[in-house]
């Protein structure tokens, strides 16, 4: 048998799955279940000394939330992955296993609004400092960089505004730093963007939102891109020292290019503990499935609403990257050329009365606080997602008080834009 | 011979091929790599033998230890060495003297000598290097899936009952190479810093 590489769509609905061994169930089961029996003594200790692949609690592995994990794994290129119970949770076990009290990381100011709290106050107490940096200014990224800095966070699309981040350009400061530099795809997904391509080498995720993408279950997944190398000089002691935990085991040394993702298993979730549910995970599964459909109708609704909005005489800016004549429209042409996504911003000439009267008149678009649901969706950061911030870093986050911003589903575009219409006329 | 990627196709073709394997530097300290691969390796039905002059007189799971690959009584199929890559060449320059000649030296993760490689497929030996053979055997078999590892493998048939000592499923179609090409690359270009 030649090797031969399947296209996306077809790892999208097989890769990590097979049809079950007891039961020949071709859809993935459900296993809810807290625990798993084992063979015997030897073979228990053998799983709890890391000596044998195998579940022992769901808060460590589970084979439904496994399936998930290779599934978004092989998607993203990765060697590897970990599923949490929330993109929140994926990012502090993420940054758990690379800095100690006192150490620096690096994260570009453009980020979901939630992010931006977690790295500036949570983490605070853990002794985690963020250092800012501009994504439009790669300069900033170098000159934030430290003995100390142990990090670079960037956003492949940027929540809100849509931006889409040059990955290369700051992937050659991570690497000149000699750190890894860690990509949250959550608004492109692998089906737009594979962060790995372009020099990641951890890729995050709220898989609540496109993954997903139908606004049921919350959830987060880390990948390993098996490309960096922890033990090199000794910064990474979670992965290049002997853990205790486990009588000395070196965890590069032991799992190779999948350290990382081992290493957020064994000594994260474990200890943290944020699993994920397994009836979630299928529900994610179960949504992967039809991301490459999802993904083009998506992309296709919000550049025919972004070019329509742009023509509207009450509406003052449109930024969406899929836009010819936007800031990042060569940007997306590079790293996103099916799409620039589907959550995008945009402001009204009369200003923040405008827009809290655009989102309460809107009668097919509901207002809450998430992106990529089936449904169309809108939102004015600035008294929502990004109120904690001050008006200055609400600006300097593309969240300035005028601006509304609108997570596009896969609804008939005709009715999308009829909704609109009658909202900005009332 | 490409070692920075191997396909799937040649590496399965080693681990179904080969029964008998030597592991040189094997340790019976139940932390190290080594003593894990062995274990595994043992419990999916392979003849192990321990070589580490270290530890004769011992036994490694119910098999004794030998001080060097000329003190095995048996013909064996496989060398796997677990040892730095400088110490590799010396252990590839012994395994030659066998008679019969093992058909493949594996080299365990981490350790690369291609110096070594190609004296070995001079003599018409398969090469493995820088991979773990319990890793690969757990990804093609997609028992390492378990763990939320890329086995890089799909399969539409119903999954084998996951029980000690099961043998390498066969029938699964291989993703290999792309798709984790970015690994593949940084360990070349770690090799070539090295």
Redesign the interface.
């Known amino acids: 048998?030649?090797?031969?590489?399947?296209g996306f769509s077809?790892?999208a609905v097989?890769?990590?799955a097979?049809?079950?061994?007891?039961t020949?169930a071709r859809a993935t089961p459900i296993y809810q279940t807290t625990s798993f029996v084992f063979?015997d003594a030897d073979?228990a200790a053998?799983l709890f000394?890391?000596?044998?692949?195998?579940?022992i609690y769901t808060r460590i592995?589970n084979?439904t939330?496994?399936?998930l994990?290779?599934r978004v794994?092989?998607l993203e290129?990765?060697?590897?992955?970990?599923?949490t119970a929330s993109g929140h949770a994926a990012q502090v076990v993420v940054f758990q296993m690379l800095l100690q009290p006192g150490d620096e990381f690096i994260a570009a100011r453009k980020l979901y609004g939630g992010s931006i709290n977690q790295f500036t106050h949570a983490f605070k107490s853990f002794g985690w400092n963020v250092v800012w940096a501009d994504p439009d200014d790669i300069g900033s990224f170098e000159r934030a960089v430290t003995p100390r800095t142990k990090a670079i966070f960037i956003e492949s699309i940027a929540n809100p505004g849509g931006s889409v981040t040059d990955i290369e350009a700051i992937s050659a400061v991570a690497r000149n730093a000699g750190v890894p530099l860690i990509v949250d795809n959550t608004l492109a997904t692998p089906y737009l963007i594979r962060p790995?391509?372009h020099g990641a080498d951890v890729v995050v995720h709220s898989l609540t939102k496109f993954l997903g993408g139908h606004g049921n279950s919350l959830g987060g997944i880390i990948v390993d891109?098996?490309?960096?190398?922890w033990s090199k000089d000794n910064k990474y002691p979670m992965l290049s020292e002997p853990r205790p935990e486990?009588?000395?085991?070196k965890i590069q040394?032991?799992?190779?290019?999948?350290a990382f993702?081992?290493a957020c298993?064994v000594l994260g979730l474990r200890d943290l503990g944020p699993a994920l549910s397994p009836f979630n995970a299928f529900l994610i599964l179960t949504g992967i499935e039809t991301l490459p459909l999802r993904m083009q109708k998506h992309c296709e609704n919000a550049k025919a609403i972004a070019e329509w909005l742009s023509a509207h005489p009450a509406v003052a800016s449109v930024n969406y990257a899929g836009l010819s004549g936007d800031k990042y429209n060569n940007v997306a042409r590079k790293y996103a050329p099916k799409g620039a996504g589907a959550v995008f911003t945009f402001t009204l000439k009369d200003g923040y009365d405008a827009g809290v009267n655009l989102v309460s008149n809107l009668k097919l678009f509901s207002h809450l606080a998430n992106v990529g649901d089936t449904r169309s969706l809108v939102i004015h950061p600035a008294s929502t997602t990004h109120s904690q911030l001050d008006d200055a870093a609400k600006i300097k986050s593309g969240a300035a008080p005028d601006v509304v911003r609108l997570s596009i589903g896969i609804e008939d575009k005709e009715d999308l834009i009829a909704d609109l219409e009658q909202a900005l006329s009332v | 011979m490409n070692h920075d990627a191997y396909s799937d196709t040649y590496i399965r073709e080693i681990l179904n091929g080969v029964k008998s394997i030597a592991m040189v530097g094997a340790s019976p300290v139940n932390v190290r790599p080594s003593y894990f691969a062995f274990k595994y390796l043992a419990q999916r039905g392979y003849d192990m033998i321990p070589v580490n002059p270290g530890h004769v007189g011992k036994s490694l799971l119910g098999k004794p230890f030998v001080a060097s690959l000329l003190d095995i009584d048996r013909p064996i199929d496989m060398v796997e060495i677990f040892r730095n890559s400088s110490h590799i060449m010396p252990v590839v320059d012994e395994a030659l003297k066998l008679m019969p000649l093992p058909k493949v030296i594996w080299m365990q993760l981490g350790g690369r000598d291609d110096a070594a490689a190609a004296k070995a497929e001079a003599a018409g030996l398969k090469v493995v290097m820088n991979r773990c053979p319990k890793i690969e055997y757990g990804r093609l078999s997609s028992e390492i899936s378990w763990m939320g590892v890329n086995s890089r493998t799909l399969s539409s048939k119903r999954a084998p009952m996951p029980v000690q000592g099961m043998r390498l499923s066969l029938n699964r179609m291989s993703v290999s190479g792309g798709e984790t090409n970015a690994s593949d690359r940084a360990a070349k270009n770690r090799n070539d810093l090295a």
């Open positions: 048998m030649t090797d031969r590489l399947p077809t790892l097989h890769a990590g097979q049809p079950d061994p007891t020949g063979n073979h053998s000394g890391l000596q044998a692949f195998g579940n592995t084979p939330t496994s399936v994990e290779e794994a092989a290129g990765g060697t590897a992955a970990l599923a790995i391509d891109a098996g490309t960096f190398d486990y009588h000395g085991i040394e032991t799992f190779g290019n999948f993702a081992i298993r």
